[in-house]
């Protein structure tokens, strides 16, 4: 066995190396022991400032706890006053409607009513009468009537009464489109008798408010005819050399109004009663609450045993008065009424649990939630069908129509011969040939060509598109156009000249209102109406809002939108657009009117900020809860007068749970100063003012060091104002809190910027 081999020893320390190890070894330990005491002082303080921290939370929480409901009983009863009397209000005006309708003894009936409508419909279907001018006025007539029964329709509560308004309203629209028809055909059946001494042919231009009718008749048939525009309405045609020589007539009709698509969305879209409108706390209480209510009713249920018990004929005539004789403006059973809900009302807030049961939307139990994006809109499978959420028409529609030309009348030995015939104009059936085209075969193209100034009732803030109508499928299509250009501020004087600026696919559109009006030309196989279109939500997500008050009574909304700024100027119950920017629309820029027809008016010259059940679906928002949110919108209403209320950066990064919200206190047109402005933090059960700015790097939700909780955030604004501001505040005129808020819940501000 080997001997074992002896490891080699390293070199001995020397006693000064010793002592430098130990004095290193001791400072080590010493260090950690610094660190230790230091990390443990550090981790002391942390537990201290988070225990301050709790008990100035716990604090505040207790104080508010303490005072929570008294500021929710007084929030409901600011709520609640302004309710009933914007309640009382509008009771009024539509009882004074009513009563100054029922005055005029007017011809026209209510759409309502089953019985006189459709003796309506009937009497006017059979009227022989067939002068244009006669007829357009009984045309615009009908439509009234069209919007009232569509205006049922949206905001009906009862899903029996769908398919009768649904009917009278197809009804009435074909009965429109079929007298025009009519009167198209005397017209045409003379057009030997109005030809044009320039061109051998017949054409003709009548107009109202409401139509445009262009008609032209080919007399001469002449195979070098290309075009035509007809002078003082902007719309013009262009014809192939087949049709030049065949014996047709051609119509272009533009109506303001849009038939088609409300025939659309009938057919494909799954109509639905009303959605249910978030509702307040005092809205739910039965009338029948107190022992008057009872009496009443008593009273109610012995009358019905008496009629009863009389025989039918007296029931009838007794109904009849009934009917004919509507209650006068202010009825003792009206004040009855709001004198129970009034004392139902303040009931129902003593009864309260503390929870924040204000003004708030609740969703009806028994509503059923909206139906899937599968089921709103059913076209088939494979159909390029235009989604009418996605994209708006707007303009009315554009009837472009080609005619067999009906049998002229000739003159012999001073006698006029005219073939009678009851039969209607016959649809002249051309659709060009589909092949594969050359490019140097394009300029032979057997395609029908058109041109049309953008109606100058609207304005398209891009590039409009076209789509042309599906008869037997009923829906607007966007394929089979071609040859597209948008031709900006054209001089009218141009005529069939080119305009200045052509355009081929996307671009920015500048509606009328600067130096000459927009002109779209295209071409199709056949012959289709057409309705220009636009995105519907091109103007969101919104880039920024404020609400700057001006005044008692009076505020300014600005609205900086994704394509046009907007401001909203708000003073009572009327409100005014206006924009720096010049886009036309006199009828509606720097005109006084109420919400609701600001909001209709503004839809219709397609200028839309506001939102519906379908946006959510196409724009990115901030997705905010919407009760929470309409807890916000109805509290900013009530200090509209006196705060200023601005769109934050924070809003978007603080989750769907919180709302954030720049506020201040400002009245004047001049904006407000930026250090004047706080954030404000809204939760489902806490309002809190924020210790962050606007320039802040990062989102915190602390609290201001020198804020407290509330349980309601005008609360929260009053610790920051001043005792005039906060006296103001009790003096905003309620139809003026109501028109900020139906704007607010209109726009929703909160969720799309």
Not at 524 to 551: A, C, D, I, K
């Amino acid at each position: 066995m080997a001997p074992k081999k002896k490891g080699k020893k390293g070199p001995k320390l020397t006693k000064a190396e010793k002592a430098r190890l130990k004095i290193e070894e001791e400072e080590r330990r010493v260090r950690e022991e610094e660190e230790a005491r230091i990390q443990a002082e550090r981790e002391e303080q942390e537990r201290l400032e988070r225990q301050r921290r709790q008990e100035i939370l716990d604090r505040l929480e207790a104080k508010d706890s303490e005072r929570r409901g008294g500021e929710l009983g007084e929030l409901r009863s600011l709520l609640e006053q302004n309710y009933l009397a914007v309640l009382k209000y509008k009771n009024d005006v539509a009882q004074m409607s009513k009563w100054e309708k029922y005055m005029q003894c007017s011809d026209i009936p209510d759409p309502a009513v089953q019985q006189e409508i459709n003796t309506f419909i009937s009497l006017w279907r059979d009227d022989p009468e067939r002068s244009v001018k006669t007829v357009l006025k009984q045309c615009n007539v009908a439509l009234k009537l069209i919007e009232e029964l569509a205006t049922l329709l949206r905001e009906v509560t009862d899903e029996e009464h769908i398919p009768k308004y649904q009917e009278a309203l197809l009804h009435l629209q074909d009965i429109v489109y079929a007298k025009i028809l009519n009167t198209n055909i005397d017209i045409l059946k003379g057009a030997s008798n109005s030809i044009d001494t320039e061109t051998g042919n017949m054409q003709a231009v009548i107009k109202d408010d409401n139509t445009t009718l262009c008609l032209w008749a080919n007399l001469m048939r002449n195979p070098r005819f290309k075009c035509l525009t007809f002078e003082g309405v902007g719309m013009g045609f262009e014809l192939t050399k087949q049709l030049a020589a065949s014996n047709i007539a051609l119509r272009i009709l533009h109506t303001s109004y849009d038939h088609l698509s409300t025939l659309s969305r009938m057919t494909h879209m799954k109509t639905t009663i009303a959605p249910p409108r978030l509702r307040t706390f005092f809205e739910d209480i039965p009338l029948e609450v107190t022992e008057e209510g009872d009496e009443a009713k008593e009273t109610q249920e012995e009358t019905q045993e008496e009629q009863e018990d009389k025989p039918a004929e007296e029931q009838e005539q007794e109904q009849t008065v009934e009917e004919e004789v509507p209650p006068a403006p202010e009825s003792e059973g009206a004040k009855h009424s709001e004198s129970q809900l009034s004392r139902a009302s303040m009931q129902h807030a003593e009864d309260g649990d503390g929870q924040i049961v204000t003004q708030v939307e609740v969703l009806v139990a028994e509503a059923t939630p909206p139906p899937p994006d599968d089921d709103l809109m059913v076209y088939g499978e494979g159909v390029e069908a235009v989604d009418l959420r996605k994209y708006t028409p707007l303009g009315g529609v554009f009837y472009y129509e080609l005619f067999h030309l009906p049998p002229q009348s000739y003159q012999v030995k001073g006698w006029e011969i005219r073939k009678m015939s009851d039969a209607g104009l016959k649809v002249f059936q051309y659709v060009a040939e589909k092949s594969n085209q050359t490019e140097d075969e394009e300029a032979a193209s057997p395609l029908v060509g058109l041109s049309v100034n953008l109606p100058d009732a609207v304005v398209f803030l891009e590039t409009p598109l076209v789509g042309r109508w599906d008869a037997e499928g009923k829906f607007w299509r966007m394929d089979g156009i071609s040859g597209f250009s948008y031709r900006k501020h054209v001089r009218e004087e141009e005529g069939e000249r080119e305009g200045e600026e052509e355009e081929e696919g996307e671009g920015e559109g500048e509606g009328e209102g600067e130096g000459g009006v927009a002109k779209v030309s295209f071409k199709m196989e056949s012959f289709y109406p057409f309705v220009l279109m636009q995105h519907t939500y091109g103007n969101f997500p919104f880039r920024s809002w404020e609400l700057r008050p001006l005044g008692k009574d009076s505020a300014l909304f600005s609205i900086n939108g994704a394509l046009i700024d907007l401001c909203i100027s708000i003073q009572g119950n009327q409100c005014m657009l206006q924009s720096e920017r010049e886009v036309g629309l006199t009828n509606l820029f720097n005109k006084w009117m109420s919400a609701p027809d600001l909001q209709q008016a503004m839809l219709k010259a397609g200028i839309n900020i506001f939102v519906n059940e379908h946006t959510d679906k196409f724009v990115t928002s901030c997705r905010k809860d919407a009760l929470m949110e309409h807890v916000a919108y109805e509290q900013m209403a009530l200090f509209a007068s006196v705060c200023a209320f601005s769109w934050s950066k924070w809003n978007a990064q603080c989750g769907s749970e919180h709302i954030v919200i720049k506020v201040c206190e400002h009245q004047g047109p001049d904006p407000a100063p930026e250090d004047l402005w706080n954030l404000y933090l809204v939760g489902a059960q806490r309002f809190q003012k924020l210790e962050i700015t606007e320039t802040s790097e990062v989102f915190c939700a602390d609290h201001h060091p020198d804020s407290e909780f509330h349980s309601t955030f005008i609360h929260m604004l009053q610790d920051n104002m001043s005792p005039e501001g906060i006296s103001l505040t009790r003096e905003t005129h309620f139809l003026f809190v109501d028109t900020v808020q139906s704007l607010f819940c209109a726009i929703r501000p909160l969720m799309f910027c």
